[in-house]
């Protein structure tokens, strides 16, 4: 770690927090969903609502990946404009917000707008880390960096499904909703944390 380009070793606090914050959402969306939103009990599992609300879900997951597709055409002129790392930041508060939002929705309709701001997040996450990261490493040594770049993906997934599942019973009183607003906080966090990272090659328009 150490050894890691300063840029890179930012970028990887940054990356922590926004995919430890995606794998909450996907993985309890759906029972926060059933019982916060649709007001079921948090041991139905089984009823036809259930599945209702599981229909819903993936409903509301094609809706924010249509977003991030159209966004993501237009993050390029965004960055060009205010710069990657604002880019970015703005990006992660939008989709934080968005999943805190979750929260407070009166019922499963307002959840698109939950995910609008999600899928804002989604498409720089898969862009502008990697946007800056590519001007502070070596090109021969890029296929290594970004491999291990890469780390910073998986690791933050998996201590979540090893603490995830404990949290949600012991911290949050078996209520899942819970922990899509952790996920919202870590997005924050993440975006707070990206203004801390050297973009070494980033060009802002001055005029």
Known sequence: FKNMPQTMRQLSWVQFFSWFGLFGMWVFSTPAIAHHVYGLALDDTQSSTYQNAGDWVG???GIYNAVSAVYAFFLPAIAKKVGRKKTHS???????????????????NWLILSMLGVGIAWASILAMPYAILAGSIPPRKMGVYMGIFNFFIVIPQIINALIGGPMVKYLYGDNPMWALVVSGVSFLIAAALVSKVDDVDDTVLTK
């Not at 805190?100 to 929705?105: D, L, V």
């Open 59 to 61: 409903i509301l997951f």
């Open 90 to 108: 703005i990006s992660l508060v939008i989709g934080g917000l968005g999943l805190i939002s979750m929260y407070f929705a009166p019922n499963e």
